[in-house]
């Protein structure tokens, strides 16, 4: 009888000590739990920060590689230099300034020089160049990248020169190697023009 009460308490005993046992399992749980969930709420916004990051690199870097045109040939298919020279009323326009350089990969001004055109493609007219700079050449408007238009009106006009020769048109014209292009508004006579395009003539093509 004895041996069987001394059974019946070690059986209660241990009754009494699964609760706990399965308390301290439950914490452990938790505290395991809890501190998962904190290490997700830092690593789930950090991945999506870094993707964000890349994605917007990418972006980026294929605005510049993006092929804007069928006809344009593959970079590198071709490398040409040219001298060109814009006039508005006078000023001349200067793409020496970093904001201008190399915003297409196809054609282009670099090296913080404003006076050259590299042109990296087969098949990319000049008005490519223009488009990259947010601004544009039409046969009677040339529109600076803040959308002021200098158009034709009777007295002020838009004139092209093309190796020293007057054009009626520049915008999709490929320029070989060596040309010297101008490009003019305004109100102007016989000796400014010449006087452009002298100066154009002398100016450095650098390679």
């Known amino acids: ?34 501190r998962r969930n904190r290490n997700l709420m830092i690593i789930v916004p950090a991945i999506i920060l870094l993707l964000g990051i890349v ?33 508005i009323n006078g000023e001349k326009l200067d793409f020496s300034q970093p904001g201008y350089q190399v915003r297409s990969q196809y ?29 544009n050449v039409s046969d009677s408007c040339f529109t600076l990248e803040n959308k002021t238009s200098y158009c034709n009106n009777g007295n002020s006009n838009l004139e092209f020169y093309l190796n020293g020769n007057k054009t009626s048109s520049i915008a999709n ?12 508004y305004g109100n102007k006579n016989a000796m400014e023009t010449r006087q452009d395009l002298d100066a154009l003539r002398l100016s450095q093509i650098k390679k």
């Open 1 to 34: 009888m004895k041996n069987n009460k001394k059974k019946g308490n070690n059986s209660r005993k241990d009754k009494s000590l699964s609760p706990k046992k399965e308390r301290d399992d439950r914490s452990y749980f938790a505290v395991t739990r809890k």
């Open 107 to 135: 054609i282009h001004v670099e090296n913080n020089d404003g006076n050259t055109l590299h042109r990296h493609a087969t098949g990319v007219p000049i008005a490519e160049f223009f488009r990259s700079l947010g601004m």
């Open 173 to 184: 014209y490929v320029f070989n190697d060596d040309d010297r292009i101008l490009i003019a």
């Open 55 to 87: 994605a917007y690199a990418v972006t980026v870097y294929s605005s510049h590689l993006e092929r804007p045109g069928q006809n344009f040939g593959p970079i590198g298919s071709e490398h040409v230099h040219a001298a060109f020279a814009v006039k």
